[in-house]
C-alpha cells in the first residue's frame, strides 16, 4: 500500500510518500515545493499517471478561527484552502481514499522527536516535515507503532 501525506501551504507545501513494506510503515521520501509544483507535478500526475496513483491521500485541513486569526485572513485568496479542495475533488474522481487531518502538527512532531524517530524530511524545508508527521495520524499509527517500524526496517537494511 502506497501513501502520500500532505501539509498544503499557500506558498510552500509538503509532500512525504510513504510506503507499506509488509506491515512496516515507513517514509520514503518527505520534500517540500512551492504551490505550483504541487498543482502540475502532484495532482497532475493523479490525474494522468496511473503508476503515480496511491492507495490513500492523508491532507491536513485547514479550520479558520474565530476573531483574530479570521481577520488576518481577510482579502486572502486562500491558496491552502484551493489546494485541499482541488486534492479532495482529484482523490474523489480517480478513486483515492482522502483522509483530512486536523491542522497543527507540533505536538506529534514533538512526540515522534522525543522517541527517536529520523526524520527523512530532515533539510527538506518545514512542510516537508509536517507532511511526514500527517502521514501517521491519518493512517492511525502511533508514535511507538513508526519507531518499531523503523527500526525493523533498519535491522533488514533497508
Given amino acids: 500500500m502506497r501513501v502520500v501525506s500532505v ?4 506558498v510552500h507545501t509538503g ?5 507499506d513494506l509488509h506491515g512496516l510503515w515507513a517514509c520514503q521520501a518527505a520534500v517540500e515545493m512551492s504551490y505550483g509544483q504541487y498543482l502540475d507535478e502532484i495532482l497532475g500526475a493523479l490525474c494522468h499517471d496511473p503508476v503515480a496513483k496511491p492507495d490513500k491521500l492523508v491532507i491536513e485541513g485547514f479550520w479558520l478561527k474565530p476573531g483574530k486569526a479570521a481577520l488576518q485572513q481577510a482579502g486572502s485568496a486562500l491558496e491552502t484552502v484551493e489546494l485541499i479542495g482541488a486534492t479532495l475533488a482529484i482523490g ?15 505536538s506529534q512532531i514533538t512526540r515522534m522527536t522525543a522517541a527517536g524517530y529520523e526524520w527523512v524530511s530532515k533539510g527538506h524545508g518545514g ?14 499509527l502511533k508514535v511507538h507503532e ?13
Fill in 92 to 106: 474523489r474522481f480517480q478513486d483515492i481514499e482522502v483522509i483530512k487531518v486536523a491542522n497543527g502538527q507540533d
Fill in 146 to 158: 513508526i519507531e518499531a517500524c523503523a527500526r525493523a526496517l533498519a535491522k533488514r537494511g533497508k
Fill in 7 to 10: 501539509d498544503p501551504g499557500a
Fill in 15 to 19: 509532500v512525504a510518500y510513504w510506503s
Fill in 127 to 140: 512542510h516537508a516535515k509536517d507532511a511526514e508527521a500527517v502521514g501517521p495520524r491519518g493512517l492511525g
